[in-house]
């Protein structure tokens, strides 16, 4: 079972990753702010993580920068997940080693569940 | 209050002022001038003419005078020449005869008088009878009767004869004299007068011209007080250069405040920058050629910037509306630049906290919408379990309705974008006939649904353009959207596009309800909804049209269209193959 980790400050959006994530067959762990996001890559070792931009205690670009720097972590495929929807925003993330980058509000779950697929396959 | 002025400036500024009020009172003075020499000229001849006459009667008067003593020595003589028959008192009488007698006869022109022409006459006539009497008295003195009864008796009826005229020729010089004299005193009076005059003609436009000028002065100094008033008391900067050195003629107190430091009055057009450290928003200095000011003196034409800032000896870091103007002579040649400026940082920031806000609030919007998206399509999907027919349509409709907000707060947030002024402009090679086509798949579920024919026309051998393709979308997708919305099932739309001199002309044509004539006006105002689709398409927020003709301005393209109710509406645009880059801090989504 793929295991993806969700930083997700907003628990109505995150219960809504889980729901729809864990019925899709995905081990999904849950994390609201960027701290905990920290710990939980090393705890939980994702296949993926679905990362949120603007988060508590560290955002999301501090994340992928710690991620980036971490050889054995470096790998993991990160999906950026973000309302910001901005160009730079976006760039900035495919840059800090971000595989993709997703507008929340755009995308339904679909459609995300297919990107995770493709992502992982 | 009246704030404090540098007089300095001021005073320069007003000497200006003078100059070119001065204009009227110039042509005053001019004409004051031209009078006073015409008069003086007039007054000269006269002068003239008068004294060539006084120093002709003063030389009659001498003839006269010269006349009258011949005649009397003459008398003298001739008694003489009867007592002493002196040899030599009778040469002398001839003498002074022809002296008399020529200087009458010399000067008979000018005894013009008919007084003096009798009185000549009278003379000429006495000269001759007395010269004719005493040749007698003479050959009767020395002929050999002398001593006889006959002889004496003889002498002195001579004697007696010449009485007569010698008496009328000593009253006739006297009164030549007097006559004479006369004229030489009238005409010496004569000048007096006109030197009189003239006096007092010359202190009357003494005190015209004074009059005028006092009067002009005190105009030109309520002028000057009027500017200073003006200019101290507005409240932006305002500032003159000289062309083309762009050296400072005149600065307001405000404009001095606003550079944060003193004026300096030796700046000219390559160390403005430098001397006030003026920047761009990053803190890099603005190359002084930039400068509105140097770009009027450039171009003399007028320019407006608002990406200037000064930073200031105090720290304070103030961002500047900049707009320069020429002022040109009559005859169109650039004398002066003038250059007003004013302190934006606090607009400059209200406008951020509104983008800002309108960005923040957008975005934390999206987050619940998000989840309500999301939650929604769980809901509809297999896996919540079966919901009733009922279940289901008020579900589509919650979920629309969802949609609908996540366009608006979309469409709000470009919106705010783009009146932030900061939007990035980043244009790059692009295959429009690719950015067509990408947005034709982007609505090809909504002309489906509604059977709608699609008819595209692009040339093939269209050359790239220059643009930037988020904005250039975002103008087809909102109106081929438009375009599928407000047409009814089984219409048609076509698309046609062709390259014109320079530009792209695209087409947008439907056969759709059209848009009425009382709201053609108003069709691209923000929120605003044709009166016609209210009831038959509810859903729109009236951003759609706002967003494309901003899009098109801010790329000096053109937008227009013809519309018939009820049958179809067309919009046409132009888009230049080439977009100027802008850097800025937003895009749209």
């Known amino acids: 079972m793929k295991k993806i980790l969700v930083a997700e400050d907003d628990k109505f959006l995150a219960s809504a990753y889980k729901l729809k994530l864990a019925k899709e067959g995905f081990d999904v762990k849950i994390v609201g702010d960027g701290l ?17 931009l603007i988060m508590p205690r560290k955002d999301g670009f501090a994340v992928l ?57 | 209050m009246r704030r404090k002025i540098d007089r300095t400036w001021i005073y320069d500024y007003a000497e200006d002022v003078l100059k070119f009020s001065s204009l009227s009172l110039r042509a005053q003075l001019l004409s004051i001038t031209a009078i006073v020499l015409f008069v003086l000229a007039v007054i000269g001849g006269a002068f003239f003419t008068l004294l060539q006459n006084y120093q002709q009667e003063q030389k009659e008067s001498d003839v006269t005078a010269q006349i009258e003593f011949a005649v ?36 008979i022109p000018f005894f013009d008088a008919p007084t003096e022409k009798s009185v000549v006459a009278m003379m000429q006539k006495d000269f ?31 004697i007696n004869e010449m009485r007569l005229p010698v008496e009328e020729e000593i009253s006739g010089a006297m009164q030549l004299n007097t006559l004479t004299h006369q004229e030489a005193r009238q005409s010496f009076d004569l000048i007096v007068l006109v030197f009189l005059s003239s006096m007092g003609f010359f202190s009357i436009v003494l005190l015209a011209s004074f009059w005028v000028i006092s009067k002009q002065a005190s105009e030109v100094e309520i002028k000057k007080v009027e500017a ?41 057009i390559d160390t403005y920058s430098e001397t006030y450290h003026i920047t761009r928003e990053d803190g890099s200095l603005y190359p002084s050629e930039e400068l509105p000011l140097s770009q009027t003196i450039k171009t003399g034409k007028s320019f407006m910037k608002q990406d200037i800032f000064i930073k ?47 960005s923040l609030a957008s975005h934390q919007l999206r987050t619940p919408l998000s989840a309500m998206k999301w939650f929604l399509e769980i809901l509809m999907g297999k896996d919540s379990g079966k919901l009733t027919k009922e279940q289901k349509k008020l579900i589509i409709n919650l979920n629309e309705s969802n949609e609908r907000m996540i366009d608006l707060v979309n469409a709000l947030l470009n919106v705010s974008r783009i009146e932030s002024g900061r939007l990035i402009v980043e244009p790059v090679s692009v295959n429009l006939k690719d950015i067509i086509n990408g947005v034709l798949k982007e609505i090809q579920k909504m ?29 087809y997708l909102n109106l081929l959207t438009n375009a599928s919305k407000y047409t009814q099932k089984g219409g048609k739309i076509e698309i046609t596009v062709v390259k014109t001199d320079g530009e792209i002309t695209s087409q947008v044509r439907d056969n759709g309800y059209g848009i009425p004539e009382a709201d053609r006006a108003k069709i ?47 919009f046409t645009f132009t888009l230049p193959m080439s977009m100027e880059p802008k850097k800025g801090e937003v895009s749209l989504d």
Not at chain 2, 231 to 251: C, D, E, R, T
């Open chain 2, 72 to 107: 009397l020595q003459r008398r003298a003589l001739s008694d003489e020449y009867i007592l002493t028959q002196s040899k030599d008192a009778k040469s002398q009488w001839f003498t002074q005869q022809q002296i008399a007698e020529n200087l009458l006869n010399e000067n």
């Open chain 2, 524 to 570: 691209f105002q923000k929120f605003y909804r044709g009166v016609n689709i209210l009831e038959i398409e509810p859903t729109g927020n009236g951003l759609g049209l706002y967003l494309v003709k901003a899009i098109i301005d801010a790329s000096k393209g053109k937008i227009w269209f013809e519309s018939t109710e009820g049958k179809g509406t067309t």
């Open chain 2, 128 to 158: 001759q009878t007395s010269r004719v009497l005493f040749e007698n008295l003479i050959s009767l003195s020395e002929s050999t009767l002398q001593k006889t009864p006959s002889f004496e008796q003889k002498k002195s009826q001579l």
């Open chain 2, 312 to 358: 200031r000896p105090d720290g304070k870091k103030i961002a500047l509306r900049v707009s320069s103007a020429p002022i040109a002579d009559k005859s169109g040649h650039l004398k002066e630049a003038m250059v007003v400026y004013e302190d934006v940082t606090k607009e400059r920031e209200i406008d951020r906290m509104k983008t800002d806000f309108i």
């Open chain 2, 447 to 475: 002309t489906q649904d509604k059977k709608q024919e699609l008819d595209v026309v692009v040339p093939a051998d269209l050359p790239k353009m220059h643009v930037d393709p988020k904005l250039i979308r975002q103008v």
């Open chain 1, 36 to 52: 905990e996001t920290s710990r939980a890559i090393q705890a939980f070792q994702p296949d993926l993580i679905i990362l949120d």
């Open chain 2, 228 to 268: 200073e008033t003006i200019l101290s008391n507005l409240p932006i900067g305002i500032f003159l250069a000289h062309v083309p050195s762009g050296k400072p003629i005149l600065i307001n107190p405000v404009g001095i405040q606003l550079l944060g430091q003193s004026f300096n009055p030796n700046v000219s």
């Open chain 1, 65 to 121: 920068q710690e991620l980036h720097a971490n050889p054995q972590l470096s790998h993991i495929p990160v999906i950026v997940a973000s309302n910001l929807g901005q160009k730079e925003d976006i760039e900035k993330a495919l840059q800090m080693g971000a595989i993709d980058f997703i507008v929340k509000s755009d995308l339904s779950m679909e459609d995300l569940v297919k990107k995770i697929r493709a992502k992982l396959a």
